[in-house]
Every structure is written in C-alpha cells, then in structure tokens.
C-alpha cells in the first residue's frame, strides 16, 4: 500500500471512530457522556496534528503516530473492560480501530 491510500485508510477510520463516540453513543444513550466526548475529541485531534502541518508538532511525526496508535489502543482496552454490554457496534468499532492502528504503523514505515 502507498503513503497516499494509507492517510486516505487512516483519516477514514479517524473519522468512523471519533463519530462513533461523538455522534452515536452519545445519542444512543440518550445522553452526553464526557469520555466518550472526550474519546472523539481525541481522535478528532489526533487526525489534525497528524495531517495539518501544525508547527507545534510537525517535527514530531513520529512521535504523533505513536500516540495516535496508543490512543487508539488505550481505547480498545478500555473497551474490554468497560464495554459491558458488547454490542454490534463495539466489535466493529474495535475493528475499524485495529485497522487505524495497523495503517499508521504502516503510514511510519513508509516514512522512514
């Protein structure tokens, strides 16, 4: 895969996920939940310091996918331990996040 289709893989499942957290658990819920707020805020940021050249960070490309991929991590994890009950659309949030997070290790590589 090239650098171009990786971004393009690593915005896409970016966006699924922080909508996920911003837009349907919170409605799904009924009501706003700060973490999860605070989970689509992040991967929100994330995309921006990883794709809009931002001067504070933009020499620190490496150092924004790690984090981008603990994050995402963090996420599934937390998850597992809190996901109680596991819906449909838990399983395929993780997934679209396993992917994010296996684009950005590739997205570095191709860098380096």
Do not use: C
């Amino acid at each position: 895969m090239n650098r171009s289709t990786l971004r393009a893989v690593i915005i896409v499942t970016g966006l699924i996920t922080a909508l996920v957290h911003l837009v349907l658990l919170n409605v799904g819920m009924g009501r706003i939940d700060p973490l999860f707020t605070l989970n689509g805020l992040g991967f929100l940021a994330l995309l921006a310091a990883l794709f809009l050249n931002l001067p504070i960070v933009s020499k620190q490309q490496t150092l924004v996918h790690w984090a981008f991929m603990g994050f995402a991590a963090v996420t599934i994890a937390a998850w597992v331990v809190m996901g109680r009950p596991y819906t449909p659309v838990g399983y395929a949030t993780k997934v679209v996040e396993l992917v994010l997070i296996a684009a950005l290790y590739l997205h570095q590589r191709a860098r380096a």
